[in-house]
């Protein structure tokens, strides 16, 4: 594990620690409501057993007061937004995803690895890794959106990539969440391979992510 991941593996740990409570998740952030989409580039899991199995044991041990468990099939890794789907012009997506198409047609597929829980007061995520091949997919996506628009959405720093396996419904107390959690941190990561990144239409429904996908992108073979 590189030293960056370990070093926020170990900090998110500790602030754990002391955290008396959860802040719900589902608070409506600017600009979103019930009937809006959101294009979003996200790395998504089908066709994942390992990581399947992974999950669902971990959720079996964490169906606690205050945690919401994300289904299977709404399992995610954000990666980079673009804006509503009604202040987003359809002509403006196909450019984006032209462009997209033809820079990461040469990435490799990312063979990443998921695991142990990291949790945090919005909920408890798996920690992924390696985070640089996370980044340059990233970056790469972010250059493709600016040939198209003079201003990329969303900041290039203060990116993490992670994997939520349950976020936090309700200000519940933290201390059963972390003493359960404490016993789940030595679970072993399983190993995933992606071979293609979708842009979909997010929305929230029913306390969770559900998503239409509008275009898929493959990496290279």
């Known amino acids: 594990m590189s030293s960056r991941e370990l070093a926020s593996l170990h900090q998110r740990w500790t602030a754990y620690q002391v955290l008396p409570e959860l802040t719900n998740h589902w608070y409506w952030r600017p600009g979103w409501r019930a009937d809006r989409q959101f294009y979003t580039w996200h790395l998504t899991f089908e066709n994942q057993p390992q990581l399947d199995h992974l999950v669902t044991e971990l959720q079996r041990q964490l169906a606690l007061p205050g945690l919401d468990l ?6 995610h890794l954000t990666m980079q937004g673009l804006g509503f789907t009604d202040e987003v012009s359809d002509a403006d997506i196909e450019a984006i995803v032209a462009e997209t198409r033809q820079r990461i047609a040469s990435l490799p597929p990312l063979e990443l690895s998921l695991g142990p829980v990291d949790p945090d007061a919005e909920g408890v995520g798996l ?30 720093q203060g990116f993490r990539p992670h994997v939520t396996i349950a976020y936090s419904g309700a200000p519940a107390p933290t201390e059963p969440i972390r003493a359960r959690l404490a016993e789940l941190r030595d679970r ?34």
């Open 70 to 75: 994300v289904p299977l099939d709404g399992l």
């Open 127 to 156: 920690l992924v890794r390696p985070w640089d091949r996370v980044e340059h997919l990233r970056a790469t996506i972010r250059d493709a959106i600016g040939t198209v628009w003079p201003i990329v959405p969303e900041p290039a």
């Open 188 to 221: 072993p990561p399983v190993r995933v391979a992606i071979r293609q990144v979708p842009l979909i239409a997010l929305r929230r429904e029913h306390r969770t992510y559900r998503w239409t996908t509008v275009a898929t992108v493959p990496l290279a073979e």
